[in-house]
């Protein structure tokens, strides 16, 4: 219900527009039948422009500009930490219609250190859109800062499930390689690793020299374990 009312709000021109074309109607013609026909068109236009979802990326649209100015409007401010999370909140729910503006919305969460505020976020985007496989990782991602990389065994089942079905999926490669190093399981974080720098064509050379450490630290105390 919430989004078939903001489909009649984001389109008032459209309606301004057919409600003067029935009042010129009714003008020319002298017919309550051309101005309640006028008004049906509206009604049944937009109930089949939102059943057949021609609506949606609009409102999704419309969310993402929402978390635009509250940013905009955060960042011209000098609000405290309170007043900044407050402000999202309110947010969260304004754009709770949208599960790309919730997605959104968790993603900044996760920047801003709050991934548990983030994660309430994440999970109602699945609800709406399960079958996004972007969420799962973005759902994964915000359960690995919350314990710091350690995943739990029901994460880490989801992750390593996630990746059979998206072998390519490198953020959470990553998420598992971290996992790995952390249970000592060297070799499996090693391999891990490696693909990303083989298969990553974007990483900065920062970003490289980074897993390259990494690797090394995992090669060093896998060769320690050893003696």
Not at 13 to 18: A, D, E, T
Not at 27 to 40: A, E, M, N, P
Not at 53 to 80: N, P, R, W, Y
Request: net charge neutral.
């Amino acid at each position: 219900m919430q989004q078939i009312l903001l489909t009649f709000s984001l389109f008032w021109p459209l309606w301004v527009l057919i409600l003067i074309c029935a009042c010129l109607a009714y003008y020319c013609f002298k017919s309550k039948k051309v101005l309640l026909l006028s008004f049906l068109f509206c009604i049944i236009t937009v109930g089949l422009y939102y059943r057949w979802g021609g609506s949606e990326g609009v409102i999704h649209q419309h969310a993402l500009l929402q978390i635009d100015h509250s940013l905009s409007a955060i960042g011209k401010s000098e609000f405290t930490t309170e007043e900044v999370i407050h402000s999202l909140a309110q947010l969260g729910n304004t754009i709770s219609y949208s599960h790309v503006g919730l997605a959104k919305l968790n993603q900044i969460y996760n920047q801003l250190g709050m991934p548990e505020k983030g994660l309430v976020l994440i999970e109602k985007a699945r609800e709406l859109a399960p079958n996004e496989k972007e969420y799962v990782e973005q759902w994964i991602y915000s359960k690995a800062l919350l314990s710091q990389g350690r995943l739990d065994p029901e994460i880490r089942l989801a992750a390593e499930a996630f990746i059979q079905q998206h072998p390519k999926q490198l953020v959470v490669i990553n998420l598992l390689a971290i996992d790995h190093y952390f249970l000592g399981q060297y070799p499996e974080a090693i391999a891990k690793w490696e693909f990303i720098l083989q298969e990553d064509q974007s990483l900065t050379d920062d970003k490289k020299n980074v897993l390259h450490k990494a690797v090394q630290n995992a090669q060093h105390r896998l060769h320690r374990n050893s003696r």
